[in-house]
């Protein structure tokens, strides 16, 4: 395949450099310069890219090497964000030691773009692959899900249609950045739409005031007055992830609440979907693909070392294509291996490894990756 996404590809994050989470903690205690520090950075993702792309994958990110968070570093540069507070993790898995939790956002004024967030990173990563750079962003649905009405000020918006305006506005300044400095690959980072398909997290939207079966298709909308009217060779892949802070998960459930609405009313040209495991249902809801929409399966863990056996993979592949076309699948973990600076529960070895098993797959069901 010549254009994204590939048959092997990835989420995006990876486990963190000791010399990167090292410095990273250095900086924030003032011991040595954003400077130096980005240039441990830049270091780090060179050597990383050059891995990257030993292993066969052609989608090549920084790892996001240069972020604590994979939502909140993008979004609290956004002038009206505010982070505070932190979030419910699943109480069946393990927080951090030190009880931990994941900051929130809330809007306290007039949303605007006002820097460019992803530009510079993206020309550094640019300068140092010879495959296709991707960027991952998180979808601007991030604002609005967790707190709702609530956590957005209501003398800043007192019409929601103004908010969504607005936070469009922002969105799509970046992107047009990013396209102007050579991007033509990118993913939006959305855990709601997924979170949709959790009866309690549905249950808890209504207790915000907010309709769950209403919610996706104003998502829907708030995507595509981003992303509609892109040039024709920017590819824009959005991402469903259940959670992934430290191995954890923070809901679960198929996607049939949402698959009439996601594959047909939001206007990206692919979607990485978590499979790993049961919480995800079966393959059904794939059967709502359109013929001119890619799926990439995650079906290797991200989450766990336990590697997963070639012919099972091949064997879940050809299940999914019972549901659409194995020509539109492809194949990838079923999230980043660190979406915080903390990581996933697994060493750097298992998370080349779990890499590699991925092009391995791709080169046996497809023949190329």
């Known amino acids: 395949m010549k254009t994204p996404p590939f048959r092997a590809d990835h ?17 924030k205690k003032g011991e040595i310069t954003a400077d130096e520090l980005r240039a441990i950075e830049d270091a780090a993702i060179a050597e990383t890219v050059k891995k990257l792309e030993s292993t066969g994958m052609r989608s090549i990110t920084d790892g996001e090497f240069r972020r604590d968070y994979f939502h909140l570093d993008f979004l609290k540069e956004l002038a009206g964000v505010s982070v505070t507070g932190g979030i419910e993790a699943n109480p069946n898995a393990k927080v951090a030691e030190d009880g931990f939790k994941p ?3 809330s809007v306290t004024g007039k949303l605007k773009h006002v820097k460019d967030i992803q530009v510079a990173d993206f020309n550094f ?3 140092v692959t010879t495959q296709t750079p991707k960027v991952s962003i998180p979808s601007p649905t991030m604002i609005h899900f967790r707190g709702g009405r609530k956590s957005i000020d209501i003398e800043s918006y007192p019409d929601m249609d103004e908010f969504f305006h607005d936070l469009s506005a922002a969105y799509r300044e970046e992107i047009d950045h990013l396209y102007q400095a050579g991007l ?4 939006l ?16 939207a209504i207790e915000r005031g907010e309709d769950p079966n209403l919610l996706p298709k104003t998502y829907a909308a708030l995507i595509n007055s981003v992303i509609d009217g892109r040039p024709d060779d920017l590819t824009v892949g959005i991402h469903l992830c259940r959670g992934n802070y430290r191995s954890t998960w923070f809901a679960e459930g198929g996607y049939e609440p949402v698959a ?7 206007n990206v040209d692919a979607y990485f979907l978590e499979y790993d495991d049961e919480r995800s249902g079966d393959f059904a809801p794939l059967r709502f693909v359109p013929k001119d929409k890619m799926v990439v399966l995650g079906i290797i863990s991200s989450k766990v070392r336990e590697m997963e056996d070639i012919d099972d993979l091949c064997k879940r592949i050809d299940e999914a294509a ?10 990838s973990p079923q999230c980043g291996f660190s979406s915080t600076h903390h990581g996933n529960d697994l060493t750097y070895d298992d998370q080349w490894r779990k890499i590699e098993l991925v092009v391995n797959t791709a080169r046996k069901v497809w023949g190329t990756a």
């Open 11 to 27: 989420v995006g994050s990876l486990l963190r450099t000791p010399e990167v989470k090292e410095n990273r903690l250095k900086w």
């Open 125 to 127: 990563l640019k300068s």
């Open 184 to 187: 033509r690959y990118l993913q």
């Open 260 to 266: 009439e609405v996601l594959f047909n009313e939001i």
């Open 103 to 105: 900051p929130v956002l």
């Open 322 to 331: 019972h549901y659409m076309p194995l020509d539109n699948l492809c194949v």
């Open 189 to 204: 980072d959305d855990t709601n739409l997924a979170y949709l398909c959790d009866p309690k997290m549905r249950a808890a």
